[in-house]
């Protein structure tokens, strides 16, 4: 099973941080997830369209200018990092899931990533764009060809994975209290991997890996990586 640092290492460094990410690097994972919004053109990475939770700001972002929330304190004195930050500090090390939290991102984000795959030696297949918003992945799917697609849902879906499927995706990533066998097994029959959010727990990891879930969301990927590799080793013996 892949494992994805959720929002970084975010169980153990503030999330969406450049030190988040750096400890996730620093345990060699396989990947890392980050959340995008945009604000004044800027690609920005932080979760919530609010500040409150995880800033020492106030208010939702859609109404800050870019200088503004740059001065705030994203957790241990670091500021909300821009897009382009994360990608150097990655720099092709391992493979970048980019949730696209805001409206008109789409262009942006391929631009910068397109930039990233010149100057900073990462490969496109090392790029997974995903969201709950099926409209950006459409505009994905029709306008920017090549771009692995990671349809979300927070729900199980009458027809399973089907709007994944529709929506050209490489995988579909499923909420830990929706999945299921049959979602799984629909999901792998249309050609689709399947990735769960956010499973920090050895119970739950221990039963997606009979499963045969391709990979998970963790904020603790150390200990979800040893808990995965003493799985495999028993399924060995
Ligand atoms: O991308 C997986 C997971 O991050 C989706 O939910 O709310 O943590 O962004 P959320
Ligand atoms: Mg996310």
Redesign the pocket.
């Given at each position: 099973m892949k494992v994805f640092a959720?929002r970084g290492a975010s169980g153990h460094e503030p999330e969406n941080t450049l030190l988040a990410i750096q400890a996730a690097l620093d345990m060699r994972v396989d990947a890392i997830?980050i959340?995008i919004h945009m604000i004044e053109g800027e690609l920005v990475v932080i979760?919530d369209r609010r500040l409150e939770k995880t800033t020492n700001g106030y208010g939702r972002i859609s109404d800050k200018a870019f200088a503004e929330i740059r001065l705030l304190d994203a957790g241990k004195g670091q500021k909300i990092p821009t897009l382009w930050e994360v990608l150097q500090l990655v720099s092709a090390q391992c493979e970048l899931?980019i949730?696209l939290k805001s409206e008109r991102t789409v262009g942006p984000v391929i631009q910068l990533l397109k930039r990233a795959i010149s100057e900073l030696d990462f490969l496109q297949s090392q790029f997974l764009l995903?969201s709950f918003n099926h409209h950006l992945l459409n505009e994905i799917r029709t306008q920017h060809t090549g771009w692995k697609i990671g349809a979300?849902t927070a729900s199980r879906p009458i027809n399973y994975a089907y709007f994944a499927q529709m929506l050209g995706a490489y995988s579909v990533?499923i909420d830990v209290d929706f999945v299921d066998q049959a979602f799984i097994d629909d999901a792998h029959k249309r050609g689709l991997k399947v990735f769960v959010?956010?499973v920090d727990h050895e119970e739950d990891i221990a039963d997606l890996h009979q499963m045969k879930v391709d990979g998970i969301?963790t904020n603790f990927p150390t200990r979800s990586m040893v808990r995965i590799a003493h799985l495999a080793s028993a399924v060995i013996k």
């Open positions: 959720h997830e959340d979760h899931n949730e995903s979300l990533h959010y956010t969301f």
